[in-house]
């Protein structure tokens, strides 16, 4: 009981505040995130980009990403896949199971290009859960 209090009164004491989804790119070699140019049927440039999220849901009760943005790239088009644990397979239904780790699929394909393709790719991924929360999360991939 005091360790919950004082973990609530140093976060926002710190200016932090945590809510139920916490979001980090995920670390593991088999969720590899990657970004790739593309040339697309209309002969446009375009990038693909796959992020794997390792996403926990502190919450009681299961919540649901119902949409996926990238901050300043409008998307063609997004596919949100959440990993279910008993079968492992990706699927937009699945929810984030309550107090559990699960893995999160976003698939993006987005019009123009990136600056450089030697440099980092930088973003500001925003997913919204089924109450309208929003849930911006820092990316950096080499």
Known sequence: MLGKAWQWLTARLNGKQHGPLRLFV???PKYRSFWQPIAKPDEQPGLQI?????????A???????AAEI???PAVRTVIGVREAKSGKFAHDN?????QLTTVSLHFLVNGQSA?????FRATVILTD???GRHPLKVIMH
């Open 50 to 58: 796959q992020l794997y999220l390792e996403a926990s849901n502190m």
């Open 60 to 66: 009681a009760g299961p919540y649901w990403i119902v």
């Open 95 to 99: 929810p984030l199971p309550p107090r």
């Open 116 to 120: 450089s393709i030697g440099e980092p």
């Open 71 to 73: 901050a300043g790239l």
């Open 26 to 28: 995920h670390p593991h």
């Open 130 to 132: 089924h109450v309208g």
